[in-house]
């Protein structure tokens, strides 16, 4: 996933590190897990929030700019949170249903466009893919065997 979240920075911004965008990306992702009333919808939140943040991470490093440890210690206990819930959710699933989210999120990714809003932020296309529909018959196959 970091390769493809390289490329997807690179092509998008080259690398550009803001942090105040960076900050307000990762919040909006976490508070889509909270918000979230399904499972497929959770998952999809926890993958978008590691998205962002190894994201940040790469353009941070590139740029020679440490992230606070308050902010990396902090993003380690709320994804490590975020995971817990989703295991008891979807428990011996778990481990199958993450990764194959993952290759879900970073195909639909790669799409995207590269127009940014106000904030910098690259916009989704009108026509995307939509992950969490993609993450919740996933889930349905890997429970029935299917996947």
């Known amino acids: 996933m970091i390769k493809e979240v390289t490329e997807f920075n690179i ?74 819930y989703l295991a008891e959710e979807l428990g011996m699933h778990m481990s199958s249903c993450y990764y194959e989210a993952r290759k879900i999120v970073c195909e639909i990714n790669a799409t995207k466009g590269t127009a940014k809003d106000a904030d910098g932020k690259v916009m989704k296309k009108k026509d995307i893919r939509d992950a969490t529909k993609e993450i919740a018959i996933m889930i349905e196959e890997i429970k029935n065997g299917k996947l």
């Open 11 to 84: 092509k998008r911004n080259q690398l550009a590190f803001d942090l105040n965008l960076e900050l307000k990306m990762v919040q909006e992702e976490i508070r889509e897990f909270w918000d979230a009333t399904t499972t497929a919808e959770r998952l999809d939140a926890l993958i978008d929030t590691e998205y962002v943040w190894i994201g940040t991470q790469v353009k941070a490093s590139y740029n020679t700019k440490a992230l606070p440890d308050e902010l990396v210690n902090g993003m380690r206990q709320t994804m490590g949170l975020m995971g817990d």
